[in-house]
């Protein structure tokens, strides 16, 4: 049993690992992940059974703190579709039921890996350690790759891509790495790595890795859910290091400007009153978003039926038409209707209170905290936090909540989390 679960714990940090590269890979692991988990939860089962005497009991299954909230979504896209104008879309089948509800399966990581965290809590620093190393190589790799326009493995983008296909997912996936590490060099979380990655000078190379993949990712809605992110994670710490940090992403944005072509390339056309293919095709996707909220505003028009537009020019590869709102709250509202919109802010909110309380709760009342554990804790509330405002800020431009790359990261990194850890 014990050799079991050494297994398992080799199979979640090669997952861990897995999150910077294509979600071909990462769905592979998690296939193999999964049947072992199932594996090891029924010998658990028959060893209960076989117990009964035992006086310590323990459920086969550990569910998280956002189970409910997560169950109530599901609920939400199953029923999507139901009150729309049947003429237009046709009546609501059980094919297009379970087609809804097969969008979920990103969250089998949240149960996935809670349970796992939760019964063999030793797994929880590895696999944050794979994470974060993981993606800073992911990082280098972008910077070179937008510098030297290089890629080998992607269309020919403006931006970096790391390891991914394409930039959109990329960003998303580094602004949870990103803000993770950025946590726990804050906290001085990453004392528990192995050496030397426990030492400053090293941790702060890999945390400055991953911001430079979320920097030349290039996605702006992705640069200003970093900035508000950052200046809320410190703004909680202290006043002054809310001040340091202000000063410091001042004094980057200039240097950035000035020294970081792309970043001068992908802001100019906003403010010199260029048309911006990106920001009018969101226009125009997002007053279409609205006008099918309009026709089934409690259920919304079903969570496949987001009718494809035209928006030639939008991206310069790829597809040349647009399958989303580009915004979070538009996308739920249009395909899930006002129920949807609900739970998708249930889920949120639940999960900004649960790393507050997780940071709180490993916050000494004295001057300083108590061992390197209690730093750790905290610098992954702290990062955690961060990445729900990142990613929800930048959702206001992005349907990254929909992204199955960044659904991985983020349910994956959440399910650290406990209400009584």
Not at 24 to 50: C, P, R
Not at 178 to 196: N, T
Not at 368 to 393: D, H, P, Y
């Amino acid at each position: 049993m014990l050799k079991l679960e050494r297994i398992l714990g080799l199979v979640v940090c090669v997952f861990a690992i897995s999150l910077s590269f294509r979600i071909t890979y990462t769905w592979i692991v998690l296939v193999v992940g999964l049947l072992l988990w199932a594996i090891w939860k029924l010998i658990l089962l028959v060893q209960g059974s076989n117990s009964r005497g035992d006086s310590k009991k323990h459920s086969l299954i550990e569910f998280g703190p956002l189970t409910l909230p997560l169950v109530a979504y599901g609920v939400a896209v199953a029923i999507s579709g139901a009150g729309r104008p049947v003429v237009e879309y046709g009546h609501l089948t059980t094919k297009e039921i379970l087609a809804s509800i097969e969008t979920l399966r990103a969250f089998v990581v949240y149960f996935w890996a809670f349970d796992i965290f939760k019964r063999c809590p030793r797994f929880r620093i590895p696999a944050v350690f794979c994470v974060l190393v993981t993606a800073a190589i992911s990082g280098v790799f972008a910077v070179v790759q937008q510098i030297r326009n290089w890629h080998p493995w992607s269309g020919a983008y403006l931006q970096g891509t790391g390891f991914f296909s394409e930039p959109m997912a990329f960003s998303g996936v580094m602004q949870v790495f990103s803000l993770l590490a950025l946590g726990l060099f804050l906290c001085d979380g990453f004392r528990r790595f192995p050496k030397p990655f426990n030492r400053k000078p090293v941790f702060l190379v890999v945390a400055l890795a991953n911001i430079a993949g979320l920097v030349f990712a290039s996605e702006r809605g992705a640069w200003v859910g970093f900035t508000f992110a950052a200046l809320g994670m410190t703004a909680i710490l202290s006043l002054r290091t809310f001040a340091v940090s202000l000063a410091t992403l001042i004094a980057a944005m200039a240097a950035g400007w000035f020294f970081i072509p792309v970043i001068k390339a992908r802001l100019l056309p906003m403010l010199s009153g260029q048309n911006d293919f990106g920001i009018s095709s969101r226009m125009m996707i997002w007053s279409r978003a609205y006008h099918e909220f309009l026709k089934a505003p409690l259920a919304g028009i079903g969570t496949t039926r987001f009718p494809h537009v035209d928006a030639k020019g939008a991206t310069d590869l790829g597809k040349n038409y647009l399958a989303h709102a580009h915004n979070n709250a538009l996308q739920f509202l249009s395909t899930a209707g006002v129920i949807g919109f609900c739970t998708y802010l249930w889920i949120t909110i639940s999960a900004i209170t649960i790393s507050l309380i997780h940071f709180f709760r490993n916050t000494s009342s004295g001057k300083g905290w108590m061992n390197f554990k209690q730093r750790c804790e905290r610098g992954i509330a702290l990062g955690l936090f961060g990445t729900l405002v990142s990613l929800t800020t930048a959702g206001l431009t992005e349907y990254n909540f929909g992204t199955g790359q960044v659904r991985l990261a983020l349910w994956f990194v959440l399910a650290l989390l406990s209400t009584d850890l």
